[in-house]
Nanobody, 121 residues
Framework: QVQLVESGGGLVQPGGSLRLSCAAS????????MSWYRQAPGKQRELVAR???????TYAVAVKGRFTISRDNAKNTVYLQMNSLKPEDTAVYYC???????????????WGQGTLVTVSS
């Protein structure tokens, strides 16, 4: 079994900052890509940021320069530092980790439970 636990969401004023965390636990051999998605009310889920096992990071245009994704491979944890938050960043944020449970099993995606970020004055 693999479980992902997210934390760090909440209510913040425009211009403020939040740091999200997502920790994976259980039977894990290797974690590859680690990503953050978000889903605003009435909208489709969208990719916010991705960190590959090779060290590449990519960001959605809307958050580039404001958000930073980072990872701790030893802890199977991914973070999302969000600065200069805007009301349009309000959404449920989900982490997604590509995990291989053993050297012989294929990688698959695992999702966190989601954490609500509300940006409002």
């Amino acid at each position: 079994q693999v479980q992902l636990v997210e934390s760090g969401g909440g209510l913040v004023q425009p211009g403020g900052s939040l740091r999200l965390s997502c920790a994976a636990s259980g039977s894990i051999y290797r974690t590859n890509d680690m990503s953050w998605y978000r889903q605003a009310p009435g909208k489709q889920r969208e990719l916010v940021a991705r960190s590959t096992s090779g060290g590449t990071t990519t960001y959605a245009v809307a958050v580039k320069g404001r958000f930073t994704i980072s990872r701790d491979n030893a802890k199977n944890t991914v973070y999302l530092q969000m600065n200069s938050l805007k009301p349009e960043d309000t959404a449920v944020y989900y982490c997604n980790l590509e995990i291989a449970r053993t050297p012989w099993t294929p990688r698959r995606d695992y999702w966190g439970q989601g954490t609500l970020v509300t940006v409002s004055s």
